[in-house]
């Protein structure tokens, strides 16, 4: 629902606005579908090679969202499968940070595409990571917010527990519903 948003933060989104059927169409055609099926691709063939894969999607927020201001410094999303969230909101929680645990948006109302298509499908270990944005806006911070995220990620995939498929509840991503919010 949000591929083709007209607004931002109540601010105009000017490639969006007034798009026709046949635009979406080709964007769908010519960036979305090939990120999916390439991504589908790789996560194919690491399973065949008997690896479980984490499938990690990377986002930033804005500070100050409608005179709101977030204090996350990060933050991580999940819906079903919470467990590799938990575990880097424990890791950098415990260094300090000031982290989202589903913030700045409820992943288990406002579900991401490749985290659920990807990840909550295949029961991989998931999760949307939130950097806010001004913590990386230069070249140096954001070459040291990738290297925490690293390490964190690096330390918590460490564990056995964190690279096994999912036993809850499975995600109801549904590929059908997805393919309705573009039929407009």
Do not use: C
């Amino acid at each position: 629902p949000t591929t083709f948003a007209p607004t931002g933060e109540g601010k105009p989104v000017p490639g969006n606005i007034n798009i026709t059927a046949e635009d979406k169409a080709q964007r769908l055609h010519e960036i979305y579908e090939p990120y999916h099926n390439a991504l589908s691709g790789i996560l194919d063939r690491v399973i065949a090679a008997q690896t479980i894969p984490a499938v990690i999607s990377v986002h930033s927020f804005t500070p100050t969202f409608f005179a709101f201001h977030r204090p996350w410094e990060i933050a991580f999303l999940h819906a079903d499968d919470h467990r590799l969230s938990r575990a880097l909101i424990a890791y950098f929680s415990g260094r300090g940070y000031n982290v989202g645990d589903n913030q700045p948006y409820d992943h288990k109302i406002v579900r991401g595409g490749s985290v659920n298509r990807h990840g909550g499908a295949r029961r991989l270990p998931h999760t949307m990571v939130e950097f806010r944005n001004d913590m990386i806006s230069n070249d140096k911070d954001a070459f040291q917010w990738a290297n925490f995220f690293a390490d964190g990620l690096q330390e918590v995939l460490a564990e056995p527990a964190a690279r096994t498929y999912y036993d809850g509840l499975h995600t109801n991503y549904d590929p059908e519903k997805e393919r309705t919010y573009f039929a407009d």
